[in-house]
């Protein structure tokens, strides 16, 4: 028997093809790439030619673009039930907090999965296993949902919820698997490329990991300790397809491939249909240029970001201040040079938070910047808590990746000189990401929120060019 394994992860709401980054020998390119409709017609395809096919979501499905947040997640539902998924798992889908989530997943025809997510009486808040067959043969699934969610995130994501890592859950849960007839154990995680190594390093009986959170293009199956690992980029730019052979219930050989979905690939006239009839109120915003980008914006890199520039560049300008945070978030799609329309705004912020302000001595802006690091680079992966380095302008930050927790800074100048540690800045941010609600003093949410800063700006600048140098130098 042939089984097909096919797999998504970190879509964020794009629900219709988009610009994405790409590279060449010139450097970054953008092509147009993604798509609910193409991944339903490539999926529809391989079922076509194999009707033992599966179909997982590694989560970030639920929120991300302005269609999504504007429906709190409900308008995606009828395609991912079109998509005849076979299980979900979650991080930013915890963003309209824990009851909206069941709520959600009562109205999928697929489980969202999690071992690993906790009620305040230690019972699991969602499904922890499935058990799926395909000619006989058994396939166990075991969900982790992000350990984050309770951590790093807004506090009424994980309300009454309680995350870990799965470390502990893992082996139990196999075992039941196994107990049951499981002839394969397939690990859907959304902790992260570097975490789900870790696991697997730890725990044994895992033959397929699929892997999400960290946006890694894996163009080859990773191999750690007998488990196979893939992660398949994001926004839906790719689709990843394990074809296994299978012999007297025993894997005998695995074949894998990413494979980029775009104009090339089949389209699904029915999910087309449904992705047309969401985006149509959102049409004028998406087409009404407010400005224009002379260089691509995107926020693909772990340090410095030209997308989030223009984010800070529009809070500094909005508090009048000269100093600005922002969190180093993953998704977003990318900016192409030419024009900039409202609906590019909202998907660098697509919760539109407010735009607000906060003293911190010179001496905190350290520690809030070595923290993130630390939460960026630590050698535990376990200790890893979130997306790239924190974004800022009005700094110069240098500084040693490789050394220990809490000396990475080496230098951070302000105005030509070294930070004050003893002096009070007042600081621009946007969210409790942007700046913990645990540093600062006379915290103050503006009235204006981060989209219409980002107007604003664009009245102001109509014609921006990023600063390609950054507030970050490795040194």
């Not at 020998?25 to 993604?34: F, L, P, Q, S, Y």
């Not at 293009?217 to 196979?228: D, K, L």
């Not at 992660?231 to 894997?251: M, N, R, S, W, Y």
């Not at 600062?440 to 921006?464: Q, S, T, W």
């Amino acid at each position: 028997m042939k089984l097909n394994i096919l797999f998504i992860n970190d879509v964020h709401g794009y629900l219709a093809p988009h610009p994405e980054l790409f590279y060449n020998e010139t450097g970054e390119v953008i092509e147009t790439a993604g798509g609910y409709a193409h991944i339903a017609g490539f999926v529809e395809g391989i079922r076509k030619e194999n009707p033992n096919t599966l179909f997982f979501d590694g989560g970030d499905t639920l929120h991300g673009t302005k269609p999504l947040v504007d429906s709190r997640g409900k308008a995606v539902i009828p395609i991912l039930n079109a998509l005849k998924l076979d299980a979900l798992v979650g991080h930013w889908d915890f963003a309209y907090g824990p009851e909206r989530l069941k709520e959600t997943g009562s109205q999928l025809d697929f489980p969202i999965l999690g071992c690993n997510v906790f009620t305040k009486d230690g019972s699991n808040f969602l499904q922890p296993t499935a058990m799926l067959e395909k000619a006989g043969f058994k396939i166990g699934v075991i969900g982790i949902c992000a350990m984050i969610v309770d951590k790093v995130m807004p506090e009424k994501m994980s309300e009454g919820l309680t995350f870990t890592s799965g470390l502990d859950e893992l082996p139990e849960q196999i075992k039941k698997l196994k107990a049951d007839g499981s002839d394969m154990i397939i690990l859907l995680s959304h902790n992260g490329f570097p975490q789900d190594v870790e696991l697997l390093k730890k725990v044994d009986g895992i033959d397929i990991c699929l892997s999400a959170h960290t946006h890694n293009r894996i163009y080859q199956p990773v191999e750690v300790n007998g488990a196979r690992i893939i992660q398949c980029g994001c926004h839906g730019a790719f689709v990843g397809k394990f074809t296994l052979e299978v012999e007297d219930k025993k894997i005998k050989n695995y074949n894998y491939e990413l494979v980029k979905v775009d104009a090339s690939s089949q389209k699904s006239k029915e999910v087309d249909s449904m992705v047309q009839d969401i985006l149509k109120p959102y049409k004028e915003i998406s087409t009404t240029p407010l400005g224009s980008t002379s260089e691509i914006l995107h926020r693909y890199n772990t340090i410095n970001s030209t997308l989030d520039e223009l984010l800070l560049s529009a809070i500094a300008q909005s508090t009048k201040t000269e100093i600005a945070f922002s969190n180093g978030w993953r998704y977003g799609a990318p900016i192409a040079k030419g024009k900039i329309t409202e609906n590019d705004l909202y998907n660098i912020a697509p919760m539109n938070p407010p735009v607000s302000t906060v003293d911190l001595t010179g001496k905190e802006i350290k520690e809030i910047l070595e923290e993130n690091l630390e939460r960026t680079f630590c050698c535990n992966p376990f200790g890893q808590m979130g997306g790239y380095v924190k974004r800022c302008i009005g700094l110069q930050v240098n500084f040693r990746i490789e050394n220990p927790k809490g000396h990475r800074i080496q230098e951070i100048y302000f105005r030509g000189k070294h930070i004050d540690f003893e002096k009070t800045y007042k600081v621009g941010f946007v969210t409790t990401q942007g700046v913990a609600s645990k540093y600062g003093k006379n915290r103050e949410n503006h009235d204006k929120k981060a989209v219409e800063a980002m107007k604003d700006y664009l009245r102001n600048n109509p014609n921006f060019t990023p600063n390609k140098i950054g507030s970050y130098r490795l040194v």
